[in-house]
């Protein structure tokens, strides 16, 4: 064993207003090693007991698609910007089962593992942070099935392609903000997990996925993309698919992507000192 | 150089905390009505201060539910106290548990390091150490085996060895002693001294107060959330005893359902009463209880720990003379010859029947014998054994 630490760090205060109130950025980098042994975690134990554990990442999103293809495209005649309908569904679908999945995980970081938040004093924002990380490797998954469907379809995305980055990051910086509002909430209110599951399957047909969002226009469309998932939909199909440009809804979007983000982190700060009393 | 310092810290907890959002919305709506009651109130702590030096090793002692617990939870940041500040400075490695965060479907490897960084290890801190984990655990072999196929004890043994090698600079133990083996517990007991001499600050909570005053010179008696004493730990542990001692004496009314118990005795027929108790003596374990019914199949069982929680006797009366206890008040005597050793001792008491425990009171009485251990003061029985030697 090494010697004693050097002499005289500073005082580190737990009390009065600020007391275990540490920033959620600061607190996020200081976890980062431990944010990425959670999301090996969470791999590891996905996909460790499901031998067809690839088979059903896609199996969801394909499902979902062949049944829209059929009642949007078929029965309702949904238009899909220019765009196959089954190409459009999909890349709605990838984008969508990504966010419903970081969410429904997110919201589930604290309350799921609450042995290790009364026992131990890591940085509490590190569990919400790595559940909205670890479906990533299901979504680069599913857009391996999505370019497989580009071939067919003999279509090719494009220099948009390379703006791939940009709407990951948004879709991740939109499910964060959601999961540290829920996990947060979820802690002090149990039912919020009854809630998620109606509230997500609602918020799906609220979202342009089976259908395009381009049918709306000026006001109406501005209004329509307070709903985060319609810029982040959007700007992914413009990328990966060739769609039109959201334009001034993505402004928007990420208007509200950021401020729930900022909205959410102060309230995860602000309800994290309860957490190992509540839970 | 203070390294811990709690200034005037107090904690409540709300008992039956709103926890769905449907009851929070009609609370919400009803509260102008009825405003917010103090009953489900409870305080933890109350005004405690206490400072540990760099360096130096604190126990803490008191019954359970005195708030010791909260106290390390405090220090090592996991909860916020509700008024006061606990300061620290540097790393504090909090030791509340062990194994937290380990995943049964994670090998030894992958838990070591998902462990590490759990307790606030980097993932190089946790490389760096990786190889000294691994030995001090003895569990080499199975390191790329999922630990829900290890041991109880080869768990045990990693998830210790993860938190042994933190190297804080302040230490805080909680009653991890309670686990596993007698080789485990002088495992975890070497390490905690190994830390002392290295010059970490160590906090240590334990039943065991032979260890504890062992490990720390000095110690603090929580007592119902407030310092009750705070010193020299062979003082403050004798005080501590000799309470329980008091209390039991004093004649604390047990009552659960159709069953009290009015007092429970430890004397000699040997000298009178209220006079110190010696090795040689042969005991009375003397219960007054009352039955407000007939109880089928009701029994009462006495047991004797010492300091460090080894139950040494554990008695039913069932064992010899079953359905001996009526409706009414009765005296049960367990005679128990001179057997055990020098120390301090608590008797523990259980009434129930088959299907559920009306008392258990695992100290309902306490007793200290008196006298010389004959040099051996790590035996437990004093058996005088005969041995038989004879040319071969």
């Known amino acids: 064993m090494s010697g004693p630490a050097p002499a005289a760090p500073a005082w580190r205060e737990n009390g009065g207003r600020d007391g275990l109130r540490e920033p959620v950025l600061a607190a996020l980098w200081r976890a980062r090693d431990l944010v990425w042994f959670f999301v090996l975690r969470d791999l590891r134990v996905r996909y460790s007991q499901a031998v067809l554990g690839v088979v059903w990442v896609l199996l969801q999103p394909a499902a979902t698609v062949v049944v829209f293809t059929f009642v949007f495209a078929r029965l309702a005649r949904v238009g899909s910007d220019g765009i196959p309908y089954p190409l459009f569904a999909l890349a709605g679908m990838v984008v969508w089962t990504y966010f419903s999945g970081a969410v429904s995980r997110g919201s589930e970081a604290l309350v799921g593992n609450p042995e290790l938040v009364t026992k131990v004093s890591f940085p509490r924002v590190a569990a919400p942070a790595a559940a909205v990380l670890s479906p990533l490797v299901d979504l680069v998954v599913s857009l391996a099935l999505l370019a497989v469907l580009l071939l067919v379809y003999r279509r090719s995305p494009g220099w948009a392609v390379l703006a791939t980055p940009l709407w990951l990051v948004l879709v991740v910086l939109a499910a964060l903000g959601t999961s540290l509002w829920l996990s947060a909430l979820n802690v002090r209110f149990r039912d919020v997990k009854q809630a998620l599951g109606p509230v997500l399957q609602v918020w799906l047909f609220a979202s342009p996925v089976a259908y395009p969002s381009s049918a709306l226009e000026g006001g109406t469309a501005l209004l329509y993309a307070l709903n985060p998932m319609v810029g982040v939909i959007g700007l992914a199909r413009w990328s990966l698919l060739g769609g039109p440009w959201p334009g001034w809804p993505l402004a928007v979007s990420s208007g509200v992507v950021l401020a729930v983000l900022v909205s959410g982190a102060a309230y995860f700060r602000r309800a994290q000192r309860e957490f190992a009393d509540v839970i | ?392």
């Not at chain 2, 002693?177 to 080789?183: K, R």
């Not at chain 2, 430890?266 to 042969?282: E, M, N």
């Not at chain 2, 005679?335 to 425990?357: I, K, S, Y």
């Open chain 2, 1 to 392: 150089m203070l390294r811990v310092e709690l200034e005037h810290v107090s904690k409540r907890y709300r008992l039956g905390h709103r926890t769905n959002l449907r009851e929070a919305i009609t609370a919400a709506a009803s509260r102008p009505l009825h405003g917010r009651t103090s009953r489900d109130e409870l305080w933890s702590l109350r005004d405690v201060s206490l400072s540990v030096g760099d360096g130096e090793a604190l126990g803490i002692l008191g019954r359970n539910g005195a708030g010791k617990s909260t106290v390390l939870k405090i220090l090592a940041g996991i909860t916020a106290p509700t008024s006061g500040v606990s300061r620290t400075r540097g790393r504090v490695a909090p030791l509340l548990e062990v194994g937290t965060g380990f995943h049964p479907e994670l090998t030894g490897r992958e838990n070591v390091y998902l462990n590490g960084a759990v307790l606030g290890m980097s993932r190089r801190d946790i490389t760096r150490r990786f190889s000294e984990i691994v030995e001090f655990s003895g569990v080499e072999r199975f390191l790329d085996t999922p630990v829900k196929r290890y041991s109880s004890g080869m768990y045990l043994r990693l998830a210790f060895s993860v938190a042994a090698h933190l190297e804080p600079d302040v230490l805080v133990v909680d009653e991890i002693l309670a686990v596993g083996d007698a080789e485990f517990q002088r495992r975890c007991l070497g390490r905690m001294q190994e830390a002392e001499q290295e010059g970490r600050t160590l906090v240590f909570v334990s039943h065991d107060l032979d260890s504890l005053a062992r490990l720390c010179p000095r110690s603090v008696w929580l007592d119902a959330g407030e310092v009750r004493e705070s010193g020299p730990s062979s003082e403050v542990v004798r005080h501590y005893l000799a309470d329980g001692l008091a209390q039991g004496a004093a004649g604390r009314v047990l009552s659960a359902g159709p069953v009290t118990v009015h007092r429970v005795d430890v004397r000699t027929d040997q000298a009178p009463a209220g006079s110190p108790l010696l090795r040689d003596d042969p005991l009375v374990v003397e219960v007054d209880l009352e039955l407000d019914e007939e109880l089928p199949g009701v029994d009462l069982a006495l047991y004797v720990s010492d300091t460090r929680s080894v139950r040494i006797l554990d008695e039913a009366l069932s064992d010899r003379t079953p359905g001996v206890l009526h409706r009414g008040r009765q005296r049960v005597r367990l005679r128990v010859p001179p057997m055990l050793n020098v120390g301090d001792f608590t008797v523990g008491l259980w009434v129930g029947t088959a299907h559920e425990d009306l008392v258990d009171e695992p100290a309902a009485a306490t007793f200290s014998l008196h006298g010389h251990d004959r040099g051996r003061p790590d035996r437990v029985v004093v058996a005088d054994l005969p041995f038989e030697v004879e040319p071969a």
